[in-house]
């Protein structure tokens, strides 16, 4: 139902992920949203799949609690 990406385009969504924030950390340290911004960055780092970030973290942390 959801696609797995592949290992190299996994490595370039990370590499991505770096690249904009330290090009942007500046920008970042002036404005108020810095929080919104690098949780943006965590999700698009963490996106192993189509299937919705959330939706994996929260089956994963139901299967530790049991």
């Given at each position: 139902m959801y696609q797995v990406y592949s290992l190299p385009n996994i490595v370039l969504r990370r590499a991505f992920v770096v690249l904009a924030g330290v090009v942007s950390f500046p920008?970042?340290?002036?404005?108020?949203?810095?929080?919104?911004?690098?949780?943006f960055l965590h999700r698009m780092w963490v996106k192993t799949s189509t299937k919705p970030v959330w939706l994996k973290q929260s089956e994963k942390s139901g299967r530790e609690l049991f």
């Open positions: 920008f970042v340290l002036v404005t108020g949203n810095r929080s919104k911004f690098y949780s």
